[in-house]
């Protein structure tokens, strides 16, 4: 078996301890006899299984009272339209820095009137807003400010959230679990599992009570998000395999000693990274600006598409596996999420500055 470093920018890299112990338990789920995609939902081994998981979410988020768990199928971008279906009534405000926000508010304009509370588009999405109370222009009747803690494309991350007045959603698809958060600054959080936590065909997300009695219940049962928090998210069948995947993810968190220990892992093998860029003297070129940037994806240019291709196919050969930028912006990107070793972004700096040596 040769595993390669895997920078993909999702899916992407899992933890080889828990890889390893899917398959092992693979055929026999708990000494049921059977596989975890064998049995049913509504057996006491699969409810076991889906409560724990919800128990060491909230354990390792602190997750508060009045806040509920819940587990659906589909994408992030399923979410672009469920959040506006359920919670948009007047207005939304929209938070533009990157691509990923900027399909959250496209998607909901089917559902009602939005508006763009800043936006870095004319800047090319280097840098995440600055936003308070005085310099935000908020609209009556704003039901929600909607923001994307990571921008998985052009590598910005939210360093502290807004806090406006009004409820805040927040995509955490691309940095969910990989630092603490205050889940209490947010009433709707939402993640797609498939960048830092499991395989691809799963939602987690954590809603606010409070904020759910406002929610629209004129749309399908189906489509509301109180119907699986008043249903146990077993509604319908969950996606058995990947809430059981994210049971054993978040035991690896915890045996590792959990977010504040997974952050302080993550700041170190981002800083590995962008010390490379920040000391090539302008061989490689850093796309976020300093204090936005991403532990998550580190995005940058070299000084030609072309040399930039050569990066990709090299490393490649290096065994360095899905640095090339995402087809929409080019350039390079290596995300770092969780399961990437500090070895693997150290294997990644030496390639670098191999690189470099070559080529100027
Ligand atoms: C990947 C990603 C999405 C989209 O996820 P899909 O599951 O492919 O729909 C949405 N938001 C962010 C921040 C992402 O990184």
Redesign the pocket.
């Known amino acids: 078996m040769n595993r390669v470093y895997n920078f993909n920018a999702?899916p992407s890299a899992m933890p080889l301890e828990v890889l390893r112990e899917v398959q092992e338990e693979f055929l026999d789920f708990n000494h049921t006899g059977m596989s975890v995609v064998e049995i049913s939902h509504r057996s006491a081994a699969y409810q076991a299984m889906q409560d724990e998981t919800e128990t060491l979410l909230k354990e390792l988020l602190h997750i508060p009272d009045g806040y509920h768990v819940i587990f659906m199928q589909g994408?992030?971008?399923?979410q672009f339209i469920l959040h506006a279906q359920n919670f948009l009534r007047h207005k939304g405000a929209y938070v533009k820095t990157g691509s990923?926000s900027s399909k959250a508010q496209e998607a909901a304009k089917f559902y009602g009137a939005t508006y763009e509370l800043a936006s870095g588009e004319a800047q090319n999405y280097k840098a995440i807003p600055l936003l308070t109370k005085d310099t935000v222009d908020l609209q009556p009747d704003t039901d929600y400010v909607y923001i994307?803690s990571?921008?998985?494309i052009h590598g910005l991350e939210w360093k502290t959230f807004p806090k406006l007045g009004v409820p805040l959603i927040c995509?955490m698809?691309?940095d969910f679990l990989s630092r603490p958060v205050d889940v209490s600054q947010f009433d709707f959080i939402y993640a797609?599992i498939?960048?830092n936590v499991g395989p691809?065909g799963c939602v987690i997300a954590i809603v606010k009570d409070e904020f759910l009695e406002k929610a629209r219940t004129d749309i399908p049962p189906y489509l509301q998000y109180a119907t699986f928090v008043k249903k146990d998210s077993t509604y319908n069948t969950p996606p058995v395999f990947c809430i059981y995947f994210v049971n054993k993810v978040l035991h690896w968190l915890k045996n590792l000693g959990g977010l504040d220990v997974m952050e302080a892992r993550n700041k170190k093998k981002a800083k590995l990274i962008y010390d490379v860029i920040d000391n090539s003297q302008g061989f490689y070129i850093g796309h976020a600006e300093k204090n936005s940037r991403s532990l998550m994806n580190v995005t940058f240019n070299l000084q030609t598409p072309e040399l930039e291709k050569r990066f990709a196919e090299e490393a490649t050969k290096a065994d360095l596996i899905g640095l090339k930028g995402h087809r929409s912006v080019g350039g390079c990107r290596a995300s770092l999420y969780n399961a990437v070793t500090p070895e693997g972004c150290e294997a990644l700096v030496d390639f670098m500055q191999r690189f470099q040596t070559l080529h100027s």
């Open positions: 999702g994408g992030g971008s399923m990923w994307t990571n921008e998985t995509d698809s691309s797609g498939q960048k691809a």
